[in-house]
């Protein structure tokens, strides 16, 4: 799978389940869209994070890649401690000045 180098990066960072690294790859001004919620700046998304990764236990599969410019929809398969498990997600990034700028899943 071809994938820009910044998202197999937070690919990996993802699977260590530390939610200081999961945060490190986004921008200062961040949007991460989940559902009706929004965290907005990279101080949201560290504490969305921080609340997520030791609930959830969630680790991405990635099984395609569709890309334009600087937006990336991936489709992954999702496994970890959660009602569902496991989903198949499409996580829509926008990469700017590599960095995550924006993050939606759906």
């Known amino acids: ?15 260590r389940q530390d939610p200081a690294i999961a945060g490190k790859p986004f921008s200062d001004m961040a ?33 395609a890649i569709r890309s334009a410019a ?5 489709t992954a398969e999702v496994a970890g401690d959660f009602p569902g498990s496991p989903a198949l997600l499409t996580f829509h990034f926008v990469i700017r000045d590599d ?3 924006e993050l939606e899943i759906a």
């Open 31 to 63: 949007a991460v869209r989940g559902g009706p919620t929004v965290y907005a700046g990279r101080t949201a998304v560290f504490a969305w994070f921080e609340r997520a990764i030791p609930t959830a236990s969630a680790i991405a599969a990635p099984r």
């Open 1 to 15: 799978m071809n994938m820009p180098a910044r998202l197999q990066t937070n690919c990996a960072d993802d699977a």
């Open 99 to 101: 960095q995550i700028a």
């Open 70 to 74: 600087n937006e990336h929809h991936i």
